[in-house]
């Protein structure tokens, strides 16, 4: 071709990127690679392949780990925690910023390494991959210098276990990896079965670090290997990023296990472009959203909703886009898509569209033979249409148009995930009255996959739970350093022999809907003091019961938008009613369980005040991240918050819970004492004179284990906490793998309620949304 043939047609040549030091790595192993335990490799064991995507070639055979390979890492971890931990903030920093810098001067080969076993294009792994894993461990460097300043009475949670997937294998490393070593924890990872090289590499290098041997261990496998590690008991911690349905195993897994738990799952990301947006820009913003990575993203922009009177326009410049996108060996740096993962994951592609309905619009560029998919728009489709539902995984957008800003709303909410979404618009007022309705956890304005480790990261609803990133990702790996002891359980006060009646018959019925109602079961409980006196009935609640509830808190979903002022006042107004019946309360606490209940009422006024104060004090933060522009951490509710409340503190643990999911604007359905219920009851009346608008606190008595799972496998419910003193944290998690709702449980720990308020509790009812703002021209 001639340079002018070159010149009109605009094509570019190749530009290959050297291989040879990633298999001079290779090879200096034998290319074969046991496990990184304890400081040093292990013989590589009973081992299986892995490849290079867009050839097939083998690149190195790996070790499947097995049960007694865990053990031996989590023992050495175990091994090398205190130590690890009992290091000044300042000496955690020392290593993490060596890290940092080595990623630096192993740049080039952590990159073609990366491109090799994934598939990704070299552009990629070396431009945006690298540099990120790089800025993780110097952000979180400086997150360790801080700690002891910033987060007192916070201690590390122990052995850390990593479960990261095979899209981003380097970078996932880097997110678990880096907080949990800031925080004090040791770390076991396993990564992905497609990509182990890199971590394998970057174990390798830590040596030059300097890293302890013991606090990063890597067992390589499939996933019985990752089961092994999810089910160790001696692992404190699950931090996992991978699809929806293992999330959702990994939750049953480790339900009453006393294991934290972060889940980064999947998505289905609405990319919103309203008529006034840069319809230029935005087709280029889509391209980075749906074909980087080839689509293998979690955060994906692969649902294209487009306003009406553009679509047509729109999707014009984005064929045309399409056709100009390039194919080829991702070694290639003037390569667009590298190859797909695996063999599966391209059939599990080709199946899904193939068996999809609407217009197929495949990209008239040229598709390697291998393992490549051709990137593909579908117009036409329903919302209820597979390919808008389920997460594909591979480069094929999905596209649906809408008139209104509110069915746009609608339509990017239709869905089960909340992981990310873009808004595309000129109209800035627009852009923020969009970002808080939709629901998700990342919101990018007129951008795409912006990521940095100052600004939070996760989703809500079945994309997870949890945060990587920012000051709310690096808690994940930390507990309040308190003294603990177990739970006794409370037991009502049993019938005596010989009753004491007097007055009329009062039967306390559930409060649902701001009305009192009857138990749909018809039964009722019957509250005795422990001198014998009958103090009433209580409603015994079923299932039914919660349904209703729960509807009733959804209904009250105006309270969210209520001024977080309009809330404070509401809140000291509910302090002043109890005030007023104050000396009734304490005596009807010394009737049901014999202690004077003074003190009980008092504490229960203060903590409405606490968090009357909250309400408009619990500020987000304004993250600084490498943009012309900011990232917003807001702190929204989390929606409906189901609350089975402690026995021993039956007015003061119920307001405890209570008032701070309503501070921050959730509603929520609570289950009073199941001992003493007799103050949650006296309590609505006090809530049905303060202003308290009706649904945003419903109350259901009955029997903690008999309404547990019902409300905690709730599909409408989307918090739920047990202080139960009934063993029920087990119950509680398992059935919440559902929806995948968040959950704050005792685990048979004793609550302190004299002192239990404030950041904690506030965190627990706020879910933490980035909202990324470019700005400028």
């Excluded at 990509?195 to 890293?211: K, Y």
């Excluded at 009753?499 to 005795?528: C, F, N």
């Excluded at 918090?719 to 709702?741: P, Q, R």
Aim: with cysteine; net charge neutral; glycine share 10%.
């Amino acid at each position: 071709m001639t340079i002018k043939e070159i010149f009109n047609d605009m094509s570019y040549g190749p530009a290959p990127e050297s291989s040879d030091e990633a298999f001079a790595w290779i090879n200096r192993h034998d290319g074969r690679f046991g496990h990184w335990i304890d400081g040093a490799f292990t013989e590589a064991g009973e081992v299986f392949d892995t490849r290079f995507p867009a050839s097939g070639q083998v690149l190195a055979h790996v070790t499947q780990g097995s049960v007694a390979d865990i053990d031996a890492a989590v023992s050495a971890a175990r091994k090398a925690q205190p130590k690890w931990a009992r290091l000044s903030g300042h000496k955690r920093a020392q290593y993490l910023y060596a890290l940092a810098r080595l990623v630096q001067k192993h740049s080039r080969l952590l990159a073609v390494l990366e491109t090799l076993d994934n598939g990704k294009p070299i552009r990629e792994s070396r431009d945006i991959d690298v540099p990120l894993v790089a800025r993780h461990f110097y952000y979180h460097a400086g997150l360790a210098q801080l700690l002891h300043s910033e987060q007192p009475g916070m201690e590390p949670l122990g052995v850390c276990g990593a479960v990261i997937p095979w899209n981003f294998p380097l970078l996932m490393l880097a997110w678990k990896v880096a907080p949990a070593l800031a925080a004090g924890n040791t770390v076991v990872l396993k990564p992905a079965e497609y990509t182990p090289l890199t971590a394998l590499l970057f174990a390798e290098i830590s040596r030059e670090a300097g890293l302890p041997p013991g606090v990063l261990n890597v067992v390589t496998g499939d996933g019985r290997t990752g089961a092994a590690l999810v089910d160790h008991k001696d692992v404190n911690k699950i931090a996992f990023t991978g699809s929806t349905p293992v999330g959702r195993k990994i939750r049953e897994a480790t339900a009453g296990s006393g294991k934290a738990l972060t889940l980064e799952l999947g998505g289905k990301s609405p990319y919103l472009v309203f008529a006034d947006a840069d319809l230029d820009s935005a087709v280029e913003g889509l391209v980075d959203a749906i074909w980087f990575n080839g689509g293998q993203v979690c955060c994906a922009g692969s649902r294209l909703l487009v306003q009406e009177g553009v679509a047509e326009r729109f999707h014009a410049k984005l064929r045309a886009r399409m056709d100009g996108l390039r194919l080829g060996d991702p070694l290639d740096k003037c390569v667009d898509l590298g190859a797909i993962v695996d063999d599966r994951q391209l059939a599990r592609i080709t199946a899904m569209v193939d068996a999809s309905d609407g217009e197929k619009y495949r990209a008239a560029c040229a598709v390697p033979a291998g393992c490549f998919y051709p990137p593909t728009l579908i117009t036409g489709l329903g919302s209820a249409s597979p390919l808008m539902q389920e997460e594909i995984f591979g480069p094929v957008l999905v596209s649906m148009t809408f008139r209104t800003p509110s069915e746009a709303v609608e339509l990017a909410n239709n869905t089960r995930y909340g992981l990310a979404a873009s808004i595309w618009t000129e109209n800035i007022n627009l852009a923020l009255d969009m970002a808080p309705k939709v629901k998700a956890g990342v919101i990018w304005i007129n951008g795409a996959n912006m990521l940095d480790a100052a600004a939070g990261f996760g989703g809500m609803r079945e994309s997870g739970f949890g945060r990587e990133g920012g000051w709310e990702g690096l808690l994940a790996y930390l507990r309040p350093k308190i003294a603990t002891k177990p739970l006794k359980a409370v037991q009502a006060v049993a019938e005596p022999k010989a009753a004491e009646v007097t007055g009329l018959d009062r039967t306390a019925k559930l409060y649902i809907g701001g009305k009192q109602a009857r138990p749909d079961g018809g039964y009722s409980q019957t509250i005795w003091s422990p001198k014998g006196a009958l103090l009433g009935h209580v409603g015994s609640g079923n299932r039914k019961d919660i349904r209703n509830a729960v509807e009733a808190a959804h209904a009250a979903k105006g309270w969210g938008k209520a001024s977080a002022h309009l809330r404070a006042q509401i809140l000291f107004y509910i302090a002043e009613n109890l005030s007023a019946r104050a000396e009734e309360f304490a005596r009807r606490l010394f009737d049901m369980t014999g202690k004077p209940g003074a003190a009980e009422v008092e504490a229960s006024i203060a903590r409405l005040f606490t968090y009357a104060a909250w309400a408009d004090k619990f500020d987000g933060a304004v993250k600084s991240v490498p943009i012309r522009g900011v990232a917003l951490a807001m702190n929204e509710p989390c929606g409906v918050i189901g609350a089975i409340c402690p026995d021993e503190a039956p007015l003061l643990g119920l307001v405890s819970l209570m008032a701070p999911a309503i501070a921050m604007g959730n509603t929520c359905v609570l289950i009073p004492s199941q001992a003493y219920p007799l103050a949650a009851t006296d309590l609505y009346q006090v809530l049905d004179t303060s202003d308290l608008p009706g649904g945003v606190v419903n109350i259901v008595t009955g029997s903690h284990a008999e309404l547990s799972k019902p409300l905690a496998s709730h599909l409408d419910v989307d918090a739920l906490w047990c202080f139960s003193s009934s063993d029920l944290s087990g119950v509680v998690e398992k059935a919440s793998a559902g929806n995948l709702k968040r959950t704050w449980v005792n685990h048979g720990i004793a609550t302190n309620w004299a002192t239990a308020e404030g950041r904690e509790f506030l965190r627990a009812a706020t879910e933490v949304k980035t909202i990324w703002v470019p700005y400028g021209e």
